[in-house]
Each structure stands twice: as C-alpha cells, then as structure tokens.
C-alpha cells in the first residue's frame, strides 16, 4: 500500500484567512498550531527510504525484465533465434527505456561480456559486478543491492541477472552447438565485437543498474 505526502497549504491558508478577516487582528495562532498539529507530516528515515528502493527497485526490475522476455519469446516463436538477436540489436533498449520514463528512473543492463558496447558498465558497476562474480563463484547468495551515489541524491538499485534457461542459449550458448550457425553470422554482423557467448545455464550473465533519484523514491512511498 503506497502513502503520498500530503500538502497541508490548504489547511494553513485557511487558518490565515480566518485569521485576516477578525477585523484586522493578528493571525490567530492557537488556530495555525491546531492545523499544523492535526495535519503533521510524517518523517522518514533513511532506512525507510533505503528499504522502499530496494521494494521499488525490485518492481521495476520485474516489469523491465517481463516486457523483454515476452517480446523475445514471441521474436524467437515467429522467426527463430536470428530474428531475436536483430530484435535485441535495434527494440531492447527502447523497451526499458519506456520503463524507465514511466518512473523517472535510470535503467541499464550492464555486463563485462556484453554483446552491445552500450551495455558496458562504469567503474561503479564494474566493481558492483565484481562483488557479484565473487558471490556467484563462491557458491554465496546474491541478493540485490542498493549504493547510495550523489551525496545520497540517488539510489543505485543493483540485481544479478543469470541464464535462466536454455532459450538464452540459443544465442548466448556455445557456438557449434548452442547457437546455430546462421544465427552466429547473424551476431558477428550485428555485434562484431561480441563477447556474450559461451555461457551456460546458471552463469552470471550481467545486472541490472538502476538508478532512482532520492526524490522518485519519496514520492512513491
């Protein structure tokens, strides 16, 4: 259940135009103070806020990600996998980038094997993305992850992404044997720089890195 900041102007230009018309007698305070009390805006702390990013971040994750795979489920049903990758060469970006309009919010999907040189990461999610190669190959968990960036101005939400299935292999598999050979020179013509191949189920495959200006995350508490 969300709660929205409530603006108490109204209440307070009440109280004032009360006070105006009393026959040009001072404002009456015991009036401003009973508004001001009734209408008291709740504070948040930090860890409230830190904690509905991390919630926020989540949802916006699972929408970016749900609007991607069904696009690309239905790319592959219609045409196989090579219709996919020209799919994720010129609409995927575009995809969270409309999630990310509709929030206000900063959305990529960085990794250090990317296929598209826009999706590499900056220092910070290098770093991020290390942390998460450690975990992953020590057996750790990897739970998502919230930086405060900008003097706390923004939060950096961060979540692995993993090959969840043998469908991604179709194009981020072993070439030979995962990905057919029409659909590698299909890559190699798109993406001739490619390095987002060879994975397997499991693998971290990159993150995503979203970043929520303080401000956003208030407004939808």
């Known amino acids: 259940m969300k709660m929205k900041y409530l603006l108490f102007s109204f209440?307070?230009?009440?109280?004032?135009?009360?006070?105006?018309?009393n026959d040009g007698k001072k404002i009456n305070r015991d009036l401003v103070d009973q508004v001001n009390k009734s209408n008291e805006v709740k504070k948040l702390g930090e860890a409230e806020i830190t904690e509905h990013a991390m919630e926020w971040g989540n949802e916006i994750s699972m929408e970016?990600?749900?609007?991607?795979?069904?696009?690309?489920?239905?790319?592959?049903?219609e045409n196989g996998p090579e219709n996919a990758v020209g799919f994720c060469n010129i609409e995927a970006l575009e995809?969270?980038?409309?999630?990310?309009?509709?929030?206000?919010?900063?959305?990529?999907?960085?990794?250090?094997?990317?296929r598209n040189s826009k999706n590499s990461p900056n220092e910070k999610e290098k770093?991020?993305?290390?942390?998460?190669?450690?975990?992953?190959?020590?057996?750790?968990e990897n739970p998502p992850n919230i930086q405060k960036l900008e003097?706390?101005?923004?939060?950096?939400?961060?979540?692995?992404i993993t090959i969840p299935n043998g469908l991604c292999l179709n194009c981020h598999g072993a070439p030979g044997t995962d990905i057919k050979e029409s659909t590698l020179e299909k890559i190699?013509?798109?993406?001739?720089?490619?390095?987002?191949i060879n994975y397997k189920v499991g693998d971290l495959r990159g993150m995503w890195s979203i970043a929520l200006p303080k401000k956003e995350v208030i407004k939808d508490i």
């Open 188 to 196: 190699q013509s798109l993406y001739p720089e490619d390095k987002a």
């Open 127 to 140: 770093e991020l993305l290390g942390a998460y190669a450690y975990n992953q190959d020590n057996g750790l």
């Open 95 to 114: 995809i969270t980038k409309k999630v990310a309009d509709k929030y206000n919010v900063n959305i990529r999907r960085v990794s250090v094997k990317n």
């Open 151 to 160: 003097d706390g101005q923004v939060l950096l939400y961060t979540k692995a």
């Open 11 to 21: 209440g307070l230009l009440l109280a004032l135009g009360v006070g105006s018309c």
């Open 64 to 77: 970016a990600q749900k609007a991607l795979m069904g696009v690309l489920q239905k790319a592959i049903q």
